[in-house]
């Protein structure tokens, strides 16, 4: 039951109106020194708190059935904007109840009234509030400076990469270089098709990853020749940055493994890759 985020985020915008209004009327008609037509008012304030309820038990309903769907664990953001529709939802029973069959305890309704609306205000603005600020900046869905540069993590990103790409994908067939570019229009595609298996946030470390790892240009930086051709099989550089072998024996050895995973090292990477070995296992003897 999935509703666009536009149209949820209108429906609780006029939520919070019809609950704005329904308190500036209760302003108006207890704290003004005088009140001309107070059971108009009080007509108004029920009209508008009747509507209100009605708004917020049916976005009840439809959140109800999307924290069913989720089968992942919810970000803090979610778990606040539910946490606090559950106490709104008991405020708003609390509140019906006291002004139906409670008539000595109204003379705290106004209080009551300003915590529903406190709720209220605090659950839609930490999800509409959201979309609307990411509407407004226009930021593509997922950009490679979504997330502050401190927070990305390559290793974060790598673990990312091998568990939710390998669902659908052998991992050595998408791993080719690419520029910035293209990772950002893959990665924003791919996380539209596996919605909701991987969220933003994972998406942004997995594109991390890539764009650092696995840009285009000769050989990229020299952690990527690794990364790229030799760790898609090898658990970690220590056991194959052999120290004694030759630049032929190098050569050898690339051969040997492109038989293994001739997708993995293209031919014309290989003179780059023994180039590579024969400075790294150099500059490790010293
Ligand atoms: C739900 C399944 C699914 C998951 C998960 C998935 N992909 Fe894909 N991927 C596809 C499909 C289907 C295609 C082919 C259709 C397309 O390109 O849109 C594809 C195509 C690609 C391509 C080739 C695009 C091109 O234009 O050549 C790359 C690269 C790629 N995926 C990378 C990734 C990465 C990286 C991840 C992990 C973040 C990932 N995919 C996760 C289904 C998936
Ligand atoms: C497609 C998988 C695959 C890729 C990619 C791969 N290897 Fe290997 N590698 C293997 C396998 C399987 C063995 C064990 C069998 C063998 O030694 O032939 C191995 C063994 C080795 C050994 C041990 C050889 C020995 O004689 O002890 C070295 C060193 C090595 N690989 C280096 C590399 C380097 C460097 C790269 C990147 C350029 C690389 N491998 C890429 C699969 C791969």
Redesign the pocket.
Known sequence: MGVPPFWSTLVSLVFLVLGALCLLVMLAAQGRAQVEDYQGLARYHRWSGWLFVLLFLLMFIFMLARVEEQWEESSARIAMHVALATALLLLIILKVAISRYFPKLRRHMFMFGVSVYLAAFTLVWITAGYYIIWKYEETPYLSHAELPERMLDRELGKQFFIEKCSTCHLL?NIMHPRSRQSWETVMTRMLELAAPRITPAEGAQILHYLVETHGPGPGGNDES??DS??????ENRG????EN?SRSD?RE??R???K??PE??PEEKVGE?VD??VRETADSGL
């Open positions: 050595e020749i690794l051709y030799c760790l898609p099989c090898h056991d194959i940055l052999i072998y190098w050895n690339v040997r493994m492109r293994y995973g993995i090292i890759i590579f070995l």
